[in-house]
């Protein structure tokens, strides 16, 4: 069965630092891997995608996430961190028709 | 704006009331979801209405009960529930290419927050 981990309930990062919410997968097969956030009251915002090609997929908000298929990652980077990128962040990752969701990671960036 | 609207924004009802959660979506998609959102728990995906087909998470209960009446509008009919079933219900839509696996974003309206007393 597909999975997601998201090891981290909570990140915390100065503001203007680089900032990583980390992100493993479980599948048999080749995976569509997201990235999503949510901002309080609302609901799941799409980030980015990796389908194929590039490991290295840019996305919205200057965020970026570079799939690795041997350690199964797929990480959520991000150079220089805003207080406004503070909020939920959820990775999925789908094989069939079920998009799978992580437990999310709440990420606060600190002025 | 999503795109996608979720009326009402909160619900309060009682465990022997019925109540329908409404989801309209604006973007032309032919796929429409619907998830439940619980505190420290992964999104739970709750049924799915995509490609002319309809799939349904076996654990939901049957108090639980889908109508799609056409490709832009989805509801989630409520009876009987129990107070654990308090949440954020997420509906969402994507524009499905195959019957394969999902590849297109998922666009989520703003959530129901039910409370059931």
């Known amino acids: 069965a597909q999975s997601v981990a998201q090891p981290e309930d909570q990140v915390n990062v100065a503001e203007g630092n680089p900032l990583t919410v980390k992100c493993t997968y479980s599948?048999?097969?080749?995976?569509?891997l997201f990235w999503y956030v949510q901002y309080p009251n609302r609901g799941l915002q799409f980030l980015l995608k990796?389908?194929?090609?590039?490991?290295l997929v840019k996305g919205s908000y200057g965020f970026e996430a570079e799939f690795n298929k041997s350690q199964t990652s797929f990480h959520l980077k991000k150079p220089s961190a805003l207080v406004s990128d503070s909020a939920l962040y959820f990775c999925?990752?789908?094989?069939?028709?079920?998009?799978?969701f992580g437990k999310g990671t709440r990420l606060s960036v600190i002025a | 704006e999503t795109g996608v609207t979720q009326t009402p924004r909160h619900l309060v009802m009682g465990m022997t009331n019925k109540k329908s959660l409404k989801c309209e979506q604006h973007l032309g998609h032919n796929a429409m979801y619907w998830y439940k959102q619980s505190a420290k728990k992964p999104l739970e995906l709750m049924f799915v209405?995509?490609?002319?087909?309809?799939?349904e998470n076996n654990s939901v209960p049957s108090r639980f009960s889908p109508e799609c009446p056409n490709s832009s509008h989805l509801f989630l009919h409520l009876h009987t529930l129990q107070p654990e079933d308090s949440a954020l219900y997420l509906c969402?839509?994507?524009?499905?290419?195959?019957?394969?696996?999902?590849?297109?974003?998922?666009?989520f309206g703003n959530g129901t927050r039910l409370t059931v007393t």
């Open positions: 969402a839509s994507s524009q499905e290419k195959t019957a394969g696996a999902t590849s297109a974003p998922l666009h």
């Open positions: 599948v048999s097969g080749n995976p569509y």
């Open positions: 990796y389908i194929t090609g590039d490991n």
């Open positions: 209405y995509s490609l002319e087909e309809r799939v």
């Open positions: 999925a990752v789908s094989v069939s028709r079920n998009l799978v």
